[in-house]
């Protein structure tokens, strides 16, 4: 157990939808990342977000977007969903912002667009 | 741009039987290169990491190394339960983001 939560575990819904997915990173994590890994591409980096602020951006489309809240949780939006972003969708923590630390994931939230 | 390539793609092991996976990169100033074991379905679970050339780091049966421009992952004497997608991924010099590779899948035979 990394410590780092994601709910909900697994999502159903159908194209044109929005959903939003939840993470919670380990106790005292201040940076918290957001990737999607589909069967095609491995796993990409979506965006990060450093104690509330938004730090780096990866290959993350406009319909979806992302924020930390003062607690440190984050949360994923994604809206106008495409059959194409079903995948499984990974948040990971970390100490730091920018040094080369690991990232812990968590069990990722597997979403179906139908 | 960073570049992760890891080799083979998938392998197929007698219990017992020693190998080592591949992972060359590219990438502009290696601030760390990550190893990672990620089950079907589950997130990765974090491994090694190594931040420059020569240095190893081992943890049960898994010895991780590290050259300028490759990582290896040696496994001796491998069980069943090392079966598992092995991804390797790189964080460059003014990267947050860790760029992974698509990973090796390794099946351990009894």
């Known amino acids: 157990d990394s410590g780092v939560t994601q709910t909900p575990k697994h999502l159903i819904t159908a194209t044109g939808q929005r959903v939003t997915l939840r993470c919670s990173p380990r106790s005292g994590d201040l940076s918290v990342y957001w990737y999607q890994q589909s069967l095609d591409q491995g796993l990409q980096f979506l965006i990060q977000y450093y104690n509330g602020e938004e730090r780096a951006k990866g290959n993350i489309l406009e319909r979806f977007s992302a924020q930390q809240f003062p607690d440190l949780h984050s949360e994923l939006n994604l809206s106008s969903l495409e059959l194409g972003d079903s995948a499984l969708y990974f948040c990971?923590?970390?100490?730091?912002?920018?040094?080369?630390?690991?990232?812990?994931f968590g069990p990722g939230t597997r979403l179906t667009v139908t | 741009e960073d570049q992760v390539t890891q080799s083979p793609e998938a392998l197929r092991l007698q219990e017992g039987e020693s190998s080592s996976l591949n992972c060359s990169y590219t990438v502009s100033g290696l601030r760390g290169l990550f190893w990672y074991r990620q089950d079907p379905g589950k997130g990765p679970e974090f491994l090694f990491t190594?931040?420059?050339a020569g240095e190893e780091k081992e943890k049960e049966r898994l010895k991780a190394t590290l050259t300028k421009k490759e990582s290896f992952l040696h496994i001796t004497a491998p069980k069943p339960e090392d079966s598992a997608t092995y991804l390797c991924a790189v964080q460059g010099t003014g990267a947050n983001n860790l760029f992974f590779g698509t990973g090796t899948r390794l099946t351990v035979i009894p």
């Open positions: 990971a923590s970390s100490p730091h912002g920018t040094h080369s630390y690991e990232q812990y």
């Open positions: 190594l931040y420059s």
